[in-house]
């Protein structure tokens, strides 16, 4: 079971995986989420108390299932950054004071992310940025990003929106995927908002857990 991302600009990314070869008494939707779901775990480990991951936690939380998709599909813009921020302070989704964005980092985060969507495209040459996720064991590879992970927020933003997108778009016939989507990501954000997610984590064993208590056939 792989994974693989590979930003050929800034401007355009594509999305290669495929879920055979593990959990063989899985559907293959069950095996799909339980990539993404270990994706998104292991992109929260990897960026941290990072800003970036903060706004992206905040949009899976608060966009309900059928937002959530058409976002992934570039339906409808990203709210911004300091719309989010006030949306979620205002539902009590997290408190005020766990939250340490101030207003130059949001419009940053605005500015250099949500507003440059790139393009998802089929699998083209070898991007020369990429995010390359397998299983089992769990192990996640970045190329192309440096010793200081510059482009990586970035890249980890939009490409959860993709794997989103396309785990939607191979389901469609299932309507129950936009809510199980949606109940993944919104779990695993919630736990990263509560810090409660460590280096030391296993986001397999975590997402094998999660994915069981959707009771998803």
């Known amino acids: 079971m792989y994974l693989r991302v590979e930003f050929n600009s800034k401007n355009e990314y594509s999305i290669d995986y ?6 063989e ?3 293959t939707t069950k095996r799909e989420l339980l990539l993404l779901a270990t994706y998104l775990f292991r992109i ?16 899976l939380v608060d966009s309900s299932p059928y937002d959530l998709i058409s976002l992934s599909r570039y339906e409808e813009p990203f709210p911004s950054a300091s719309h989010i921020y006030r949306v979620s302070v205002a539902r009590n989704i997290v408190h005020h004071d766990d939250i340490n964005l101030d207003s ?3 419009e940053l985060i605005n500015e250099k992310i949500l507003l440059k969507r790139p393009r998802l ?6 991007g020369n940025k990429r995010l390359e996720l397998t299983l089992s064991p769990c192990i996640m590879k970045l190329k192309g990003f440096g010793i200081l992970g510059s482009g990586f927020n970035y890249c980890a933003l939009h490409s959860v ?3 989103i997108r396309k785990v939607a ?3 469609i016939d299932d309507p129950r995927i936009e809510r199980n989507i949606k109940t993944c990501v919104e779990e695993i954000s919630v736990s990263y908002l509560k810090n409660a997610l460590t280096p030391f984590l296993n986001a397999e064993y975590a997402s094998l857990e999660l994915i069981n208590s959707l009771n998803i056939n």
């Open 18 to 23: 495929d879920v055979r070869g593990l959990y």
């Open 25 to 27: 008494n899985f559907s």
């Open 44 to 59: 929260y480990i990897n960026i941290r108390t990072n800003p970036v991951g903060k706004v992206l936690s905040l949009i």
């Open 104 to 106: 130059d980092i949001i």
């Open 121 to 126: 495209i089929e699998k083209g040459i070898d």
């Open 161 to 163: 929106f993709g794997l």
């Open 169 to 171: 778009d191979n389901n």
